[in-house]
């Protein structure tokens, strides 16, 4: 299955939001468990919108703070319930043999500053093998957003945006160029530079 479109990332109370994905502008939940986790019961079955399983990472923005093995264990639990395992640039080989054949989206998030276009796109071509990359990075200037930008236009299958309020438009901007996810946000927000998934549908409307 390919995924593409907006994703609405659910970080808390997932079981309430996820039936309301679609309705409020989603084509896709990206479940959080690091906040506050959800037994597989709750996913297995559920057809409204395709699911991103994401355990994120303290180093990553996220509330994750364990151990590597038991959260990718954790993941595994939910085998046949979601989409998509995303897991990060440094942990996928491990990941794909603790979980097996399943499909990755491979994620790469800097919260200190943006790589050089050269690092990033060689981190792109070296990952790609293994399904979708999403590449957010800390941007401290208009180049730091033009190389991400560069990224989309120039490779298949990436996402990649800033992170922050002063740059959430590269969010849009690298849908709009071909990026196959918009992550926004439905209850409470997961990053800052998110857009709510209503918001963002409306102006992707508008656009297109």
């Known amino acids: 299955m390919t995924l593409a479109g907006i994703v609405s990332t659910l970080i808390s109370e997932q079981e309430s939001l996820l039936p309301?994905?679609?309705k409020k502008g989603g084509d896709i939940?990206?479940?959080r468990l690091d906040k506050n986790p959800i037994p597989p019961s709750i996913l297995r079955g559920f057809e409204d919108v395709p699911i991103i399983l994401t355990v994120r990472r303290k180093q990553d923005g996220g509330y994750y703070a364990g151990d590597n093995n038991a959260r990718l264990e954790l993941m595994s639990s939910y085998i046949g319930s979601v989409e998509l395992f995303d897991v990060e640039v440094d942990v996928v080989e491990k990941a794909e043999k603790i979980l097996g054949d399943?499909?990755?989206l491979v994620s790469y998030h800097n919260l200190k500053k943006t790589p050089s276009f050269r690092y990033l796109k060689t981190m792109v071509k070296d990952y790609s093998s293994y399904g979708p990359v999403k590449i957010a990075t800390m941007g401290r200037s208009n180049s730091d957003a033009i190389n991400l930008l560069k990224l989309v236009s120039e490779l298949d299958n990436v996402t990649a945006f800033c992170i922050g309020e002063t740059f959430k438009f590269t969010?849009?901007?690298?849908f709009l160029l071909g990026a196959p996810f918009l992550y926004t946000f439905l209850g409470?927000?997961?990053?800052?530079g998110q857009l709510h998934t209503s918001e963002a549908?409306?102006?992707v409307g508008a656009l297109k």
């Open 201 to 203: 549908r409306k102006i």
């Open 171 to 174: 969010r849009i901007v690298a």
């Open 188 to 192: 409470d927000k997961a990053a800052e």
């Open 29 to 31: 939940a990206e479940v």
């Open 20 to 22: 309301t994905v679609r």
């Open 102 to 104: 399943v499909p990755f």
